[in-house]
């Protein structure tokens, strides 16, 4: 079956700019998990859904940046006033539902890499 | 306090040579443990898992990884590497439900 699909695949925003990255995740998985992994590091968590409740925004890095998901499948990260910084490609990963969260593994889309200028 | 080192940041190996990739990890809790691959410009590729079953794991692909409780490590290796396998390797600990601490990623160059 079809994979996490993310889109755009790239992203050229003028500083400032709002933006938005659509994540569909896989069918049937009810946990959705948004990274930003800036160039030569590892991805870092940012978000995270069960079903349409957004149960983690701990690693959201401002009030810039905000996730929704409203019918519990498609999700979109939204970032207001784009900043340098932001600069990164974003991740987003799908997981079944388990009785047990240890040791579920994460599917993840190719990413949207965004470059702010 | 959890974390993921990863112990180098690049291996260059000959086709056909062993692959040795390294992990130490932290955690305060029995750790669920990782491998994925990430190739250019594409998302990541899970290799392998630990979840406290066989300390010796098998992966996709003839890689295979060893938890080393009294090490804390967690290294990825492979018998024979071949050209395909070049590519970013992260160790990744997870912990709850939705926590995944990923290693800084080792890039793996294959030699001809």
């Known amino acids: 079956g079809a994979g996490v699909s993310q889109s755009p695949r790239y992203k050229v925003a003028k500083r400032g700019q709002d933006v938005a990255l659509r994540c569909d995740p896989i069918s049937g998985h009810v946990s959705l998990f948004w990274y930003q992994q800036a160039l030569g590091q590892g991805p870092e968590f940012l978000t995270y859904?069960?079903?349409?409740?957004?149960?983690?925004k701990s690693g959201l890095p401002s009030d810039r940046f905000f996730a929704e998901r409203p019918e519990g499948s498609v999700s979109t990260l939204k970032i207001q006033r784009t900043q340098q910084e932001d600069s990164a490609v974003y991740l987003c990963?799908?997981?079944?539902?388990?009785?047990?969260?240890?040791?579920?593994?994460?599917?993840f889309g190719d990413g949207t890499r965004l470059s702010i200028l | 306090a959890q974390s993921v080192t990863q112990l180098d940041s690049h291996v260059s190996v000959s086709e056909g040579t062993p692959v040795l990739l390294r992990c130490n990890y932290s955690s305060s809790y029995s750790p669920s443990l990782f491998w994925y691959v990430q190739h250019p410009n594409k998302g990541l590729q899970l290799l392998l898992k630990y979840t406290s079953a066989a300390t010796l794991v098998k992966g996709i692909n003839g890689f295979e990884a060893e938890f080393k409780k009294s090490e804390t490590s967690f290294h990825l290796t492979k018998p024979s590497a071949h050209m395909s396998d070049a590519a970013e390797y992260f160790c990744v600990l997870q912990t709850g439900a939705n926590n995944l601490f990923f290693g800084t990623g080792t890039r793996l160059t294959v030699i001809p």
């Open positions: 859904f069960q079903n349409e409740a957004q149960l983690d």
């Open positions: 990963a799908s997981s079944p539902p388990t009785l047990d969260h240890s040791g579920r593994p994460q599917h």
